[in-house]
Nanobody
Framework: QSQLVESGGGLVQPGGSLRLSCVGS????????IGWFRQGPGKEREGVACISTDSTLTNYADSVKRRFTISRDDAKNTVYLQMNSLKAEDTGTYYC?????????????????WGQGTQVTVSS
């Protein structure tokens, strides 16, 4: 059974950093465009970052540009989200997801396989 498993969330102070991991279980991530999404309290799920299969193309939400970096390590079957200079508004549950499209898309409807999420809380 194929699934995505996120880890790395936690409680961090404003200005701090976290690195989230998304591991593919039962299938190879290498063949898929992967996205990170988040859902804050009382908010809709939103796209944060996306990476192409060969890592040459990455997309970021304006709110995280120059602070977050998405990357992938095919040998470890893992996609990462490095988050720096964290703010309170970055708080939420972070999900990685696999799209059936061959390109990055910010639309949640284009992603058909989701992890269970990992909680990120930015607070002093």
């Amino acid at each position: 059974q194929s699934q995505l498993v996120e880890s790395g969330g936690g409680l961090v102070q404003p200005g701090g950093s976290l690195r989230l991991s998304c591991v593919g279980s039962g299938f190879s991530l290498n063949y898929y465009v992967i996205g990170w999404f988040r859902q804050g309290p009382g908010k809709e799920r939103e796209g944060v970052a996306c990476i192409s299969t060969d890592s040459t193309l990455t997309n970021y939400a304006d709110s995280v540009k120059r602070r977050f970096t998405i990357s992938r390590d095919d040998a470890k079957n893992t996609v990462y989200l490095q988050m720096n200079s964290l703010k309170a508004e970055d708080t939420g549950t972070y999900y990685c997801a696999r799209t059936f499209r061959p390109y990055c898309s910010g639309a949640t409807a284009d992603f058909n396989s989701w992890g269970q999420g990992t909680q990120v809380t930015v607070s002093s």
